[in-house]
């Protein structure tokens, strides 16, 4: 309960500007974004854009999953089952919760035991994921591999990633990344966000150019 207060204090209640990241992941238009955040940054920038909302969920009685879904429409979100899910849409997984449109996080130790213990099991990933992911790379922004919960939480959410699986933008990644990292068939990029922020509008300007 404590917890939650205080995730909501932070997240729900408090007015953050706008990152420069959230703002151009947002301008991507992409299919399938995995938010590790708590925030609600990058579900604002996706506020004129129609998607499926995946959202983690941990000691929930009444159900089997650890999920809650959420369709948006360009104006609110509105919970659906799996089986009403507009596979068309592009997708918004937030495994570690938000408090939009409703409060739910992964975030006490009993949170990430439970969680982690559905993820290996097949309870935490909605099925449409499950097949949409499939041999897919992934890149990771601003995301640090030091945890143990934060490196679980990965390898599961990725499961079936196409070989390699990857690039992660780290600067000056740790031994245990580096180790971690490489067990995963993932390329490390000794970068930072700003760096790519950097590169993206060099690409930009360029085009504009020609």
Same mark, same amino acid.
């Given at each position: 309960? %404590?917890? @939650? @207060?205080?995730l ?10 706008t990152?420069p990241?959230? %703002?151009?992941?947002?301008a991507?238009?992409l299919?399938?974004?995995i938010d590790a =955040? +708590?925030d609600?940054?990058?579900q604002?920038?996706?506020?004129a854009? /129609? ?7 941990a000691?929930?009685a009444? &159900?089997a999953?650890?999920?809650?879904l959420?369709?948006?429409?360009? &104006?609110?979100? &509105?919970a659906v ?6 596979s068309?849409l /592009?997708?918004?997984?937030?495994? !570690?919760?938000t408090?939009? /449109?409703?409060? @739910? ?7 990430f035991?439970?969680y982690?213990?559905?993820l290996m099991g097949?309870?935490a990933i909605?099925s ?10 992934y890149?990771? !922004?601003?995301l640090?591999l @030091?945890?143990d &919960?934060?490196?679980m ?7 079936g990633a196409?070989?390699? %699986?990857?690039?992660? !933008?780290?600067?000056? /990644?740790?031994?245990k990344?580096?180790?971690y990292?490489? +067990?995963? =068939?993932i390329?490390i990029?000794n ?6 922020l950097?590169?993206?509008q060099?690409v ?7």
């Amino acid at each position: 309960k %404590a917890v @939650n @207060n205080f995730l909501d204090a932070t997240y729900k209640d408090t007015q953050w500007s706008t990152s420069p990241l959230h %703002a151009w992941l947002g301008a991507q238009k992409l299919p399938y974004v995995i938010d590790a =955040n +708590r925030d609600t940054q990058l579900q604002l920038q996706y506020a004129a854009t /129609p998607h499926t909302l995946v959202v983690g969920i941990a000691r929930m009685a009444g &159900t089997a999953f650890r999920f809650r879904l959420f369709h948006y429409d360009g &104006t609110q979100y &509105t919970a659906v089952e799996q089986e009403a899910v507009d596979s068309s849409l /592009p997708i918004l997984f937030k495994p !570690l919760g938000t408090p939009l /449109p409703e409060s @739910n996080y992964i975030a006490s130790d009993a949170d990430f035991v439970d969680y982690i213990t559905e993820l290996m099991g097949g309870f935490a990933i909605p099925s449409f994921v499950k097949r949409s992911r499939q041999n897919k790379r992934y890149v990771t !922004l601003g995301l640090r591999l @030091n945890r143990d &919960t934060d490196r679980m939480v990965f390898s599961d959410v990725i499961f079936g990633a196409d070989k390699p %699986a990857g690039w992660a !933008l780290i600067a000056h /990644p740790t031994d245990k990344e580096k180790r971690y990292l490489d +067990r995963l =068939n993932i390329e490390i990029v000794n970068a930072d966000v700003a760096d790519l922020l950097a590169a993206a509008q060099g690409v930009d300007s360029a085009l504009e150019a020609a």
